[in-house]
């Protein structure tokens, strides 16, 4: 069965720079473009990183500061300093 | 009664951002960077050679002798634009302030020992003269470069030189309670201290450097590069040996500063080696040309503070760091 973990983000200047470094550290996600949204899926696990997001963004990045930009999740969270990581496992 | 739905109509909008992002970077919602940044200054169509420089038109790319196929691959890895330059510089201000008031109102500087606090004037203030030096050269750059993304980089640089040396002056304020006196001393010494003569030669000599990407090299990376770990850091611990550690409070804007612009000058210098062997050598012979003479200038003033260690450890990381960028300094080993 086919398990899809995602992410909805507003469609602002803020997102569009994790939408990037999502997709550079999930290729196998799929992005969908909403009215005012934009939202990612991917099967069973999508990982935003610190690091990959410190250089799409050209400064320092707190991953917390994601949290402003998020409209929903689905998958359990697996986070710390570095990494945001949504995931089904069982 | 009749049930109300709630329909949602996507409007696709008909262009995404501006037709000259949308040919550098395809339609795509663009950063605000990419629109303040790229394909903002003219190319073309100049009707007039400028009074001030006929030899050339405007946005001339042969101010310099690199050759960059498109100027518009140096570009700013912060992506500062008017908005977020500001933004950022504001918070660090803010900061900063708060420091001074603090070191006004507690009179941190003022109950130093006589001595020290001459040592402040006579090694610290007169670096607000480098600091000008500094920003008539960032703004001559970006006014003679091409490429709105590098004219930003050495615009910002300019203004952030002219806070630095604000910041200075009102050290001497600090310690001469506002009379100016603390200023006109520190100035004497810019002037007439043997100690300073060799580095304000070079400060004046770069002023007159006609090639802008030899400038910024000079300034930036192989000038800057150097005097800020010798002056603010191995300086800072210098001065915190003679007691003065809360003057520390007062040039952390200049060490925090240092470690973020290294990131943008590190960035254009590795982008314009690498574009082709003739850029590479061009820098290698400025290189080799320059670091000598900012350590001939560095030089009476390390062995009068902070000693020989010190100014020989500063080299030994510069070493490395034009080591990082592909360059090789000239008398150092690595």
Not at chain 2, 80 to 98: C, D, L, P, S
Not at chain 2, 277 to 295: E, G, S, Y
Request: hydrophobic content about 40%; overall charge negative; charged content about 25%.
């Amino acid at each position: 069965m086919s398990q899809l973990v995602f992410i909805a983000l507003q469609d602002n200047d803020n997102a569009r720079y994790l939408v990037d470094a999502i997709l550079q550290d999930n290729p196998h996600a799929e992005i969908q473009y909403q009215p005012a949204m934009i939202r990612i899926q991917a099967e069973s696990r999508l990982v935003i990183r610190r690091d990959t997001m410190e250089e799409k963004i050209g400064r320092e990045w707190d991953v917390q500061e994601m949290l402003l930009d998020v409209i929903s999740i689905g998958g359990s969270v697996d986070e710390d300093d570095d990494h945001f990581i949504l995931e089904w496992k069982n | 009664m009749s049930s109300v739905e709630i329909k949602t109509k996507t409007i696709e909008p008909i262009r995404k951002t501006f037709s000259n992002i949308q040919r550098r970077f395809g339609d795509k919602p663009a950063s605000r960077y990419q629109e303040a940044s790229y394909d903002i200054a003219a190319v073309t169509n100049f009707h007039y050679r400028p009074l001030w420089d006929p030899q050339h038109t405007l946005n001339d790319p042969t101010r310099t002798v690199i050759r960059m196929a498109d100027w518009h691959a140096v570009s700013d890895p912060r992506q500062f634009y008017y908005g977020t330059y500001v933004q950022n510089r504001a918070k660090m201000q803010e900061a900063t302030e708060h420091s001074y008031s603090f070191c006004d109102k507690r009179g941190l500087l003022t109950r130093l020992p006589a001595n020290v606090q001459e040592n402040l004037l006579r090694y610290l203030v007169p670096l607000r003269h480098v600091e000008m030096g500094a920003n008539m050269n960032n703004s001559g750059i970006a006014g003679d470069c091409v490429a709105g993304t590098v004219a930003q980089l050495h615009i910002y640089q300019a203004m952030d030189r002219l806070g630095i040396s604000q910041y200075l002056s009102r050290i001497a304020l600090m310690l001469d309670e506002n009379t100016g006196v603390g200023l006109t001393r520190s100035k004497g010494y810019w002037l007439d201290d043997p100690l300073w003569q060799p580095l304000r030669r070079l400060v004046e000599d770069s002023w007159v450097v006609r090639d802008w990407f030899e400038l910024t090299l000079v300034q930036n990376l192989i000038l800057d590069g150097q005097l800020y770990p010798l002056m603010y850091q191995q300086g800072d611990q210098w001065l915190a040996d003679q007691g003065a550690n809360d003057a520390s409070m007062l040039t952390e804007f200049m060490r925090d500063w240092f470690v973020e612009s290294n990131r943008w000058i590190d960035a254009m210098v590795k982008t314009v080696m690498t574009e082709s062997d003739a850029n590479a050598a061009q820098l290698q012979a400025w290189v080799d040309h320059w670091v000598p003479r900012v350590r001939e200038a560095l030089a009476p003033l390390a062995a009068a503070s902070v000693g020989g260690a010190a100014m020989n450890e500063v080299h030994r990381q510069f070493g490395t760091r034009l080591q990082k960028l592909g360059l090789t300094s000239p008398g150092v080993e690595v």
